[in-house]
């Protein structure tokens, strides 16, 4: 397990700089002029030689092959560059509003895995009942459900009932986290319909599926309590595929933060994402979609692990 | 409950079971009122087809089948003194596993995968006997050295991808074995392995039963493990037990004409062959809207008005032992059972004659297949030896048949020949040409192919009239849309169906119909020469005599010659010339037909016979058999020298180091051992 | 992805009487009214498709408003535009007719999620199949490809080519959106198709035509791509909704449709928290119009796997 962990961690280093060179020259490509849209914003004027001035000060002027060794290079040491539009280093930048996204995110997932898990294996027990209708009407709502939406009838519901909404000034995850966790109950609700259907259908079926295999046939004619052969001989083996997808759709719930934080106003990157386009922010948006790519590849890292936990097939191939 | 081992006390009787499934198309009675008796310590065989209601029945015994859509029922069936029929579910689970065990067909998916072996022996115990998790260890460790698997403590810390098939399957009956049952339910337990292994674990598990006095219930549609290892026997046919006897009286006295055509119908591996083979025409009938009487009735070639009543079960004419059979006309079929589909004498006897001119010659081919082996970080490259220097020929319209166990490269060898794989060395001369990879193209025509899985070699998307059409089409063979309907026409007649059958898709069509479609598309090019990669392994045992005739008939009406790819050596024998068997790549012994099955040189080659069981209780009541030890080694990592080095009961330490060549033992009978020198 | 799900097998009851027989007697299930039969709830589905498309193309007979007509007595703003019986579902900030605005807005909808799910669908066929055929490095490098722009959630990879693509409106349609919609599908699709290609090519019949000498493209055309045909279609029919999904929250950000196009997505747009008192149905009826339209793609979808191709995984 050591060894397929290290395996994997050193296969991840050429994604990373895969997607960071694919980051760079996508954001090259950015129609428009930065320094001018800030320059006409700020003086009403475009002076062709101050714009050339200002280029020339923020090093978009050197050749590419320059400004691609100097991103690369300030990598590693944690330089991604500073905003074109406030000249402060991005890591600043970011760091000052990355926690509410992440603590978003992170609660978004424990809420969708804690919905899905007991409404994906009980739909699959009670297949074909009433309640497997409902969950399955459920869940296909939670697929065409448009998260930003679900999220203004969340504040609708709010403000009907309560009149007022959580306040946005969040305490810390560490230092009160029920007070953080009642402020971000409700976006991480509204991210987290669509992930937790996912899982919840992809559980049933998976469950199904697993309970149809002829170890399972064996497992009774054992005869174990069927408690047993669900919890022990099933499960395991249905979480395998549910844990992919956990993975995969990841990438959904980062998506699905950049319309939430929008919905609720919260001051996370995904609102600030949405703003560098805004802006034209060409180095702001190179390294909001690094973080972004990377998180999704670490977060699928640590899939690819769980996954290696769960099954010896993967775990003894090394 | 006492615990003789009296063969006369009566340890499982069930009366008038049914069980019926409801499916999306109706209601499919799978089991339709049998009964039947299992004595304390007895090795009985339910035989029959695929969807007989074999494996149901067994299925239905443990109550294991899924509860939403089957519906079970039964007069009684008492274990033991309980009666199952009415047991609670609760009562029921105890008995799983702790009094009646099952072993499953595939041992590949019949095992947790994420779970080690020890645990999974371990359940039952801890479950049934309230085992402490140590002792169950201890026990798990004595149950795993009992099945015969060496290093049992390392063992069962493994999990199940790193055991072998056959390993599997002796896992899965220590995990049968693990509460000492009393019955012991073997569903096609061998399969899905190779001869060599079916005779170890079959072996094992007859000893187990005599030592154990564990009664044993065989599912199976062989019937040379039936007569190998069964002392009675339950012949099932559409849902019904149709006769049912000692094995002795089953195989040396069938009353049933089903019994009958069964036993004809396959060749022998012990015999030369005999003449065409016995076929059942037709179709098992469809449960879904099975016929009134005697469900064998459209098939039996002595079937009257009085047949469409259902015969009552009697005792078979002329029997003083318990032999019953369920056949109006059964006096009549027991008499007359050699001429019952056609008297042997009458129909040509010998294989027709072949050509002198050789056809194809194989000479020093090798495939290699070059993969990747991840190994950390690194990953480095490894020839797997599919095919090692083979060299053969085939004359014009000759058979010659390519016989191995599962990895001997059989498949690969007809690959090669057909360029579907490129060879990675050796000359291939077809009809006087060299072929390579250039020139294939100009003898496609002349070479044909038919495959294992009548499934997947035929285009879904395409009516069985387009499949056909299609090579006639590419090659010009016929001008015209009406000639080319006309030729469609005449080849599905050729191959026995109906010309109508064009308008069908593949699905419409059954197993056999299908694999008849895919000879009529080979046989549409007018080839010379046709590569059978394990054509019938895939049909019940009726159909498969029908497609071997027809195989046969086509040879001596258009002169084909065929490379006959198989692992079922009695086929091979039946249906060839001369026979080349193969292990690991390297072909072992290679001879004329009744000379190579009569007299085998090679110590495979006697081995695989060995474990071949023959249909006939008397000559296996007689055989001595040295069944070969251990699994076939990996292909990736073949033994160095003879490649049997490993498993060869005549092995010294030159064999390790030495490759041995392919000499002449006799003239035309060549052997590739160091042991054995020409006589 | 939106039908990730792969099918619940059925119980191996099947095993009963020989699955020759059963595949023999069962009638062939490719006719509209075997789907009606077996998936009612993609008949459902296929329904509400029917009247979205219906009443896109005939939005101007089927609508009771022009959908830029501005009636002040019916805005919010000024107190008004309560659904009523002349305005059904309300009227907007403006007074517009949201009903009339919602009918309209099916044709944006619609066309930017069929063109971008055909588009990207059929690109990423392309290059599954090819991928799938040339093998070796090809393959490789094609695959690792594909890994990469995987890990851009779709919508960032979205609004990336929106920020690219310059704007462009052909006949009403943003073509800067479709091609910003599509992109994002063009490595899910390419994955999907790729595995089914592959897994058609090393089955017996491919061989068999081989043998029989037929040439590479009749095998391609005739044997391998009639056969992934069932999984392009399953995609494209999800991918719409996925589509029209994105198309309504980028015009949510205000990246995607503008004014005066009217687009579900952009009802929804820099609503006033005002209004989510004064004028709920403002909120409410442009929500459920996307949902419902995503929901009946999903069900079509769905159900299309069912049907054609059970063991697909998307």
Same mark, same amino acid.
């Given at each position: 397990?050591?060894?397929?962990?290290?395996?994997?961690?050193?296969?991840?280093?050429?994604?990373?700089?895969?997607?960071?060179?694919?980051?760079?020259?996508?954001?090259?490509?950015?129609?428009?002029?930065?320094?001018?849209?800030?320059?006409?914003?700020?003086?009403?004027?475009?002076?062709?030689?101050?714009?050339?001035?200002?280029?020339?000060?923020?090093?978009?002027?050197?050749?590419?092959?320059?400004?691609?060794?100097?991103?690369?290079?300030?990598?590693?040491?944690?330089?991604?560059?500073?905003?074109?539009?406030?000249?402060?280093?991005?890591?600043?930048?970011?760091?000052?509003?990355?926690?509410?996204?992440?603590?978003?995110?992170?609660?978004?997932?424990?809420?969708?895995?804690?919905?899905?898990?007991?409404?994906?294996?009980?739909?699959?027990?009670?297949?074909?009942?009433?309640?497997?209708?409902?969950?399955?009407?459920?869940?296909?709502?939670?697929?065409?459900?448009?998260?930003?939406?679900?999220?203004? +009838? #969340?504040?609708?519901?709010?403000?009907?009932?309560?009149?007022? &909404?959580?306040? %946005?000034?969040? @305490?810390? $995850?560490?230092?009160?986290?029920?007070?953080?966790?009642?402020?971000?109950?409700?976006?991480?609700?509204?991210?987290?319909?669509?992930?937790?259907?996912?899982?919840?259908?992809?559980?049933?079926?998976?469950?199904?599926?697993?309970?149809?295999?002829?170890?399972?046939?064996?497992?009774?004619?054992?005869?174990?309590?069927?408690?047993?052969?669900?919890?022990?001989?099933?499960?395991?083996?249905?979480?395998?595929?549910?844990?992919?997808?956990?993975?995969?759709?990841?990438?959904?719930?980062?998506?699905?933060?950049?319309?939430?934080?929008?919905?609720?106003?919260?001051?996370?990157?995904?609102?600030?994402?949405?703003?560098?386009?805004?802006?034209?922010?060409?180095?702001?948006?190179?390294?909001?979609? +690094? #973080?972004?790519?990377?998180?999704?590849?670490?977060?699928?890292? &640590?899939?690819? %692990?769980?996954? @290696?936990? $769960?099954?010896?097939?993967?775990?003894?191939?090394? | 409950?006492?615990?003789?081992?009296?063969?006369?006390?009566?340890?499982?009787?069930?009366?008038?079971?049914?069980?019926?499934?409801?499916?999306?198309?109706?209601?499919?009675?799978?089991?339709?009122?049998?009964?039947?008796?299992?004595?304390?310590?007895?090795?009985?065989?339910?035989?029959?087809?695929?969807?007989?209601?074999?494996?149901?029945?067994?299925?239905?015994?443990?109550?294991?089948?899924?509860?939403?859509?089957?519906?079970?029922?039964?007069?009684?069936?008492?274990?033991?003194?309980?009666?199952?029929?009415?047991?609670?579910?609760?009562?029921?689970?105890?008995?799983?596993?702790?009094?009646?065990?099952?072993?499953?067909?595939?041992?590949?998916?019949?095992?947790?995968?994420?779970?080690?072996?020890?645990?999974?022996?371990?359940?039952?115990?801890?479950?049934?006997?309230?085992?402490?998790?140590?002792?169950?260890?201890?026990?798990?460790?004595?149950?795993?050295?009992?099945?015969?698997?060496?290093?049992?403590?390392?063992?069962?810390?493994?999990?199940?991808?790193?055991?072998?098939?056959?390993?599997?399957?002796?896992?899965?009956?220590?995990?049968?074995?693990?509460?000492?049952?009393?019955?012991?339910?073997?569903?096609?337990?061998?399969?899905?392995?190779?001869?060599?292994?079916?005779?170890?674990?079959?072996?094992?598990?007859?000893?187990?039963?005599?030592?154990?006095?564990?009664?044993?219930?065989?599912?199976?549609?062989?019937?040379?493990?039936?007569?190998?290892?069964?002392?009675?026997?339950?012949?099932?046919?559409?849902?019904?037990?149709?006769?049912?006897?000692?094995?002795?009286?089953?195989?040396?006295?069938?009353?049933?004409?089903?019994?009958?055509?069964?036993?004809?119908?396959?060749?022998?591996?012990?015999?030369?062959?005999?003449?065409?083979?016995?076929?059942?025409?037709?179709?098992?009938?469809?449960?879904?809207?099975?016929?009134q009487g005697c469900r064998f009735r459209d098939r039996c070639p002595i079937a009257d008005e009085k047949c469409q009543e259902s015969p009552p079960t009697t005792t078979a004419p002329g029997t003083v032992q318990d032999h019953t059979v369920a056949c109006w006309k059964n006096e009549?079929?027991?008499?007359?059972?050699?001429?019952?589909?056609?008297?042997?004498?009458?129909?040509?006897?010998?294989?027709?004659?072949?050509?002198?001119?050789?056809?194809?010659?194989?000479?020093?081919?090798?495939?290699?297949?070059?993969?990747?082996?991840?190994?950390?970080?690194?990953?480095?490259?490894?020839?797997?030896?599919?095919?090692?220097?083979?060299?053969?020929?085939?004359?014009?319209?000759?058979?010659?048949?390519?016989?191995?166990?599962?990895?001997?490269?059989?498949?690969?060898?007809?690959?090669?020949?057909?360029?579907?794989?490129?060879?990675?060395?050796?000359?291939?001369?077809?009809?006087?040409?060299?072929?390579?990879?250039?020139?294939?193209?100009?003898?496609?025509?002349?070479?044909?192919?038919?495959?294992?899985?009548?499934?997947?070699?035929?285009?879904?998307?395409?009516?069985?009239?387009?499949?056909?059409?299609?090579?006639?089409?590419?090659?010009?063979?016929?001008?015209?849309?009406?000639?080319?309907?006309?030729?469609?026409?005449?080849?599905?007649?050729?191959?026995?169906?109906?010309?109508?059958?064009?308008?069908?898709?593949?699905?419409?069509?059954?197993?056999?119909?299908?694999?008849?479609?895919?000879?009529?598309?080979?046989?549409?090019?007018?080839?010379?020469?046709?590569?059978?990669?394990?054509?019938?392994?895939?049909?019940?045992?009726?159909?498969?005599?029908?497609?071997?005739?027809?195989?046969?008939?086509?040879?001596?009406?258009?002169?084909?010659?065929?490379?006959?790819?198989?692992?079922?050596?009695?086929?091979?024998?039946?249906?060839?010339?001369?026979?080349?068997?193969?292990?690991?790549?390297?072909?072992?012994?290679?001879?004329?037909?009744?000379?190579?099955?009569?007299?085998?040189?090679?110590?495979?080659?006697?081995?695989?016979?060995?474990?071949?069981?023959?249909?006939?209780?008397?000559?296996?009541?007689?055989?001595?058999?040295?069944?070969?030890?251990?699994?076939?080694?990996?292909?990736?990592?073949?033994?160095?020298?003879?490649?049997?080095?490993?498993?060869?009961?005549?092995?010294?330490?030159?064999?390790?180091?030495?490759?041995?060549?392919?000499?002449?033992?006799?003239?035309?009978?060549?052997?590739?051992?160091?042991?054995?020198?020409?006589? | 992805?939106?039908?990730?799900?792969?099918?619940?097998?059925?119980?191996?009851?099947?095993?009963?009487?020989?699955?020759?027989?059963?595949?023999?007697?069962?009638?062939?299930?490719?006719?509209?009214?075997?789907?009606?039969?077996?998936?009612?709830?993609?008949?459902?589905?296929?329904?509400?498709?029917?009247?979205?498309?219906?009443?896109?193309?005939?939005?101007?007979?089927?609508?009771?408003?022009?959908?830029?007509?501005?009636?002040?007595?019916?805005?919010?703003?000024?107190?008004?535009?309560?659904?009523?019986?002349?305005?059904?579902?309300?009227?907007?900030?403006?007074?517009?007719?949201?009903?009339?605005?919602?009918?309209?807005?099916?044709?944006?909808?619609?066309?930017?999620?069929?063109?971008?799910?055909?588009?990207?669908?059929?690109?990423?066929?392309?290059?599954?199949?090819?991928?799938?055929?040339?093998?070796?490095?090809?393959?490789?490098?094609?695959?690792?490809?594909?890994?990469?722009?995987?890990?851009?959630?779709?919508?960032?990879?979205?609004?990336?080519?929106?920020?690219?693509?310059?704007?462009?409106?052909?006949?009403?349609?943003?073509?800067?959106?479709?091609?910003?919609?599509?992109?994002?599908?063009?490595?899910?699709?390419?994955?999907?198709?790729?595995?089914?290609?592959?897994?058609?090519?090393?089955?017996?019949?491919?061989?068999?035509?081989?043998?029989?000498?037929?040439?590479?493209?009749?095998?391609?055309?005739?044997?391998?791509?009639?056969?992934?045909?069932?999984?392009?279609?399953?995609?494209?029919?999800?991918?719409?909704?996925?589509?029209?999904?994105?198309?309504?929250?980028?015009?949510?950000?205000?990246?995607?449709?503008?004014?005066?196009?009217?687009?579900?997505?952009?009802?929804?747009?820099?609503?006033?928290?005002?209004?989510?008192?004064?004028?709920?149905?403002?909120?409410?009826?442009?929500?459920?119009?996307?949902?419902?339209?995503?929901?009946?793609?999903?069900?079509?979808?769905?159900?299309?796997?069912?049907?054609?191709?059970?063991?697909?995984?998307?």
């Amino acid at each position: 397990m050591l060894r397929y962990t290290a395996q994997r961690l050193l296969l991840v280093i050429p994604t990373l700089i895969a997607v960071a060179i694919l980051v760079f020259f996508l954001v090259r490509v950015l129609p428009g002029d930065p320094v001018e849209v800030k320059l006409i914003g700020e003086f009403g004027d475009v002076n062709p030689e101050l714009i050339y001035k200002e280029r020339k000060r923020l090093g978009l002027e050197d050749p590419l092959h320059i400004q691609f060794v100097n991103f690369m290079v300030g990598l590693p040491q944690g330089d991604m560059g500073i905003s074109l539009v406030t000249e402060r280093p991005l890591t600043e930048e970011i760091g000052a509003r990355i926690t509410i996204s992440i603590e978003l995110a992170f609660f978004a997932t424990l809420l969708s895995v804690i919905i899905a898990f007991p409404l994906g294996t009980a739909a699959a027990l009670y297949r074909g009942t009433w309640f497997d209708y409902v969950i399955r009407i459920i869940t296909i709502g939670g697929l065409a459900v448009p998260s930003f939406w679900f999220g203004m +009838l #969340i504040i609708m519901a709010l403000l009907a009932t309560v009149g007022k &909404l959580p306040s %946005l000034d969040t @305490a810390g $995850l560490f230092e009160d986290p029920m007070a953080n966790l009642y402020t971000l109950f409700w976006p991480a609700l509204s991210v987290g319909y669509r992930y937790s259907s996912v899982i919840a259908r992809m559980l049933r079926s998976s469950i199904l599926e697993v309970l149809a295999e002829d170890y399972i046939r064996t497992a009774r004619a054992k005869g174990l309590y069927e408690r047993i052969v669900i919890v022990k001989h099933g499960m395991r083996n249905a979480l395998l595929p549910t844990v992919t997808v956990v993975g995969l759709e990841f990438a959904f719930l980062i998506g699905g933060l950049v319309v939430t934080e929008q919905v609720f106003n919260i001051n996370g990157i995904g609102k600030m994402f949405v703003e560098a386009v805004q802006f034209n922010d060409m180095t702001m948006l190179q390294g909001l979609v +690094l #973080i972004v790519a990377t998180s999704f590849v670490l977060i699928n890292l &640590l899939v690819d %692990l769980l996954y @290696a936990a $769960l099954d010896p097939r993967i775990r003894y191939q090394a | 409950m006492n615990n003789t081992q009296d063969k006369n006390d009566v340890l499982l009787d069930v009366e008038d079971l049914e069980v019926e499934f409801h499916t999306g198309a109706g209601v499919v009675r799978a089991v339709d009122g049998t009964s039947f008796k299992v004595h304390r310590g007895e090795f009985l065989s339910i035989v029959g087809e695929s969807g007989c209601g074999k494996s149901v029945t067994a299925l239905s015994l443990m109550r294991l089948l899924p509860r939403k859509t089957a519906a079970v029922k039964a007069k009684k069936i008492i274990f033991d003194g309980i009666d199952l029929a009415t047991l609670p579910e609760s009562e029921m689970r105890e008995l799983r596993g702790r009094h009646i065990s099952m072993i499953f067909q595939e041992p590949m998916t019949s095992l947790n995968p994420v779970l080690t072996i020890g645990d999974q022996i371990t359940e039952p115990l801890i479950t049934h006997l309230k085992m402490s998790q140590k002792e169950a260890d201890l026990r798990a460790i004595e149950l795993i050295n009992m099945v015969g698997i060496p290093d049992p403590e390392r063992r069962i810390t493994q999990y199940p991808h790193q055991f072998s098939g056959g390993m599997r399957q002796r896992a899965m009956i220590a995990i049968g074995l693990a509460c000492e049952p009393k019955l012991i339910i073997a569903d096609e337990p061998t399969t899905a392995l190779d001869v060599t292994i079916q005779a170890q674990i079959l072996e094992l598990l007859k000893d187990i039963s005599e030592r154990l006095g564990i009664a044993v219930i065989l599912i199976t549609h062989n019937l040379g493990v039936v007569a190998a290892y069964a002392d009675r026997v339950n012949v099932m046919y559409a849902a019904r037990i149709i006769e049912r006897g000692s094995s002795s009286n089953i195989f040396g006295a069938p009353a049933h004409p089903y019994t009958v055509g069964l036993m004809r119908s396959v060749p022998r591996l012990d015999k030369p062959r005999v003449g065409r083979l016995a076929t059942i025409e037709g179709m098992p009938p469809n449960l879904l809207a099975p016929p009134q009487g005697c469900r064998f009735r459209d098939r039996c070639p002595i079937a009257d008005e009085k047949c469409q009543e259902s015969p009552p079960t009697t005792t078979a004419p002329g029997t003083v032992q318990d032999h019953t059979v369920a056949c109006w006309k059964n006096e009549f079929a027991k008499e007359n059972a050699p001429t019952l589909y056609g008297s042997e004498t009458a129909i040509e006897k010998e294989k027709s004659a072949h050509g002198e001119k050789v056809l194809l010659n194989v000479s020093g081919l090798k495939q290699y297949f070059n993969i990747s082996i991840r190994e950390g970080l690194k990953s480095h490259k490894v020839d797997i030896r599919a095919v090692d220097d083979m060299s053969f020929n085939v004359r014009e319209g000759e058979t010659v048949g390519l016989v191995g166990e599962s990895g001997c490269g059989k498949t690969s060898a007809g690959r090669a020949i057909l360029h579907l794989d490129n060879p990675t060395a050796g000359n291939i001369e077809f009809d006087g040409n060299l072929l390579n990879v250039g020139n294939i193209a100009a003898v496609r025509r002349d070479m044909q192919v038919i495959f294992q899985d009548p499934f997947s070699s035929l285009n879904p998307r395409m009516k069985v009239g387009q499949i056909l059409e299609e090579p006639l089409k590419v090659h010009k063979l016929r001008d015209g849309k009406s000639a080319r309907l006309d030729r469609v026409a005449e080849l599905l007649t050729q191959v026995g169906l109906y010309p109508y059958m064009a308008d069908r898709y593949p699905h419409e069509l059954s197993g056999g119909q299908r694999q008849r479609v895919g000879i009529a598309r080979a046989l549409a090019l007018e080839p010379k020469l046709i590569i059978c990669d394990e054509p019938v392994s895939a049909l019940d045992v009726s159909v498969q005599a029908q497609i071997i005739n027809l195989l046969e008939d086509l040879q001596n009406d258009l002169g084909l010659a065929y490379v006959f790819i198989a692992h079922d050596l009695a086929v091979v024998r039946h249906i060839s010339h001369r026979v080349i068997v193969m292990y690991l790549g390297k072909v072992m012994e290679v001879g004329e037909g009744n000379t190579l099955y009569d007299n085998p040189q090679h110590p495979y080659t006697r081995a695989l016979l060995d474990a071949a069981p023959v249909p006939d209780p008397e000559i296996e009541r007689s055989r001595q058999r040295t069944i070969l030890e251990g699994d076939i080694p990996s292909p990736l990592n073949p033994p160095s020298g003879c490649v049997f080095s490993t498993r060869c009961p005549l092995v010294t330490d030159e064999c390790k180091s030495m490759v041995p060549e392919l000499d002449d033992f006799a003239p035309g009978h060549g052997v590739a051992c160091i042991k054995i020198g020409a006589s | 992805m939106t039908v990730s799900a792969p099918t619940e097998n059925e119980p191996k009851a099947e095993i009963t009487a020989s699955p020759e027989q059963l595949k023999a007697e069962r009638p062939s299930r490719r006719t509209l009214f075997d789907f009606i039969k077996q998936q009612p709830l993609g008949t459902i589905g296929f329904l509400i498709i029917v009247i979205l498309f219906i009443s896109a193309i005939f939005a101007p007979d089927v609508a009771p408003y022009d959908p830029e007509e501005v009636d002040f007595m019916a805005s919010p703003a000024l107190g008004g535009g309560a659904p009523g019986p002349e305005h059904l579902l309300g009227g907007d900030a403006f007074g517009r007719d949201i009903l009339s605005r919602l009918i309209f807005g099916a044709r944006t909808a619609l066309s930017i999620g069929f063109f971008s799910a055909f588009i990207g669908c059929s690109i990423g066929a392309i290059i599954g199949i090819v991928s799938a055929f040339a093998g070796g490095k090809v393959d490789i490098l094609v695959q690792r490809g594909i890994d990469l722009l995987l890990s851009f959630p779709i919508i960032i990879l979205a609004i990336l080519v929106i920020a690219i693509v310059p704007k462009n409106v052909v006949f009403g349609i943003d073509i800067n959106v479709i091609i910003a919609i599509s992109i994002p599908f063009i490595p899910k699709c390419a994955r999907v198709i790729r595995s089914a290609a592959l897994s058609i090519v090393t089955l017996a019949y491919v061989d068999a035509a081989k043998a029989a000498g037929y040439r590479g493209s009749r095998i391609v055309f005739r044997h391998i791509l009639p056969n992934v045909v069932a999984p392009y279609l399953i995609l494209i029919t999800a991918y719409i909704g996925q589509a029209i999904l994105l198309e309504a929250s980028l015009s949510f950000l205000g990246l995607g449709v503008v004014e005066p196009t009217p687009s579900w997505g952009l009802m929804l747009a820099g609503v006033n928290s005002d209004y989510y008192i004064t004028a709920p149905w403002m909120i409410v009826f442009p929500g459920l119009a996307v949902t419902l339209a995503v929901f009946a793609f999903n069900l079509l979808g769905d159900s299309l796997r069912d049907w054609l191709d059970p063991k697909l995984k998307l």
